[in-house]
């Protein structure tokens, strides 16, 4: 048996989770701090409690993000991520989904990114193995997409 060798497309989308106060706007802050350090998101997701809400976000330079997180004192964690390029997400989302089931990935979880100027869709997922749902989504045929091509 022969070593397989994966071919490396680039680095993996990096989210970064942030714990905010449930306040009338810490997430407006939190924002603009992004913006006036010449960053975008691309890619936004809450889930909220009582008196905290939990912010996953999708940027342009994430690691640039994250020093500056660290510098301010701002906790955060980080975890990869599978993004994927969809035409028609109607039609592509349950192919994506039942690719991962058949090779018994778990998703996590999952949310969609803001939109993109080639018009195509784009579905964040969180699986239990990145590297192993990266590789079925893409020997499917399926458009999986690194760091470098959601960065502006």
């Known amino acids: 048996m022969s ?32 913006k006036q350090h010449g960053e975008e998101v691309v890619g936004f997701s809450m889930q909220d ?11 342009t330079d994430p690691e640039k993000i994250r020093r500056i997180f660290q510098e301010k004192g ?18 592509e989302m349950e192919k994506c989904l039942q690719i991962l089931h058949s090779g018994e990935t778990n998703v996590d979880f999952a949310y969609t990114l803001l939109s993109q100027p080639n018009g195509k869709s784009l579905l964040a997922f969180h699986l239990c193995d990145h590297e192993f749902g990266s590789e079925i989504l893409r020997g499917s045929g399926i458009k999986v997409l690194y760091q470098q091509d959601i960065s502006r």
């Open 49 to 59: 409690a009582k008196d905290a809400t939990i912010v996953r976000l999708i940027l």
């Open 74 to 91: 701002i906790p955060h964690t980080t975890c990869r991520m599978v993004v994927v390029a969809m035409r028609d997400p109607s039609v």
């Open 3 to 34: 070593d397989v060798i994966i071919k490396k497309e680039g680095d993996p989308v990096i989210q970064i989770s942030v714990m905010l106060q449930n306040r009338v706007g810490s997430l407006s802050s939190l924002l603009k701090m992004i």
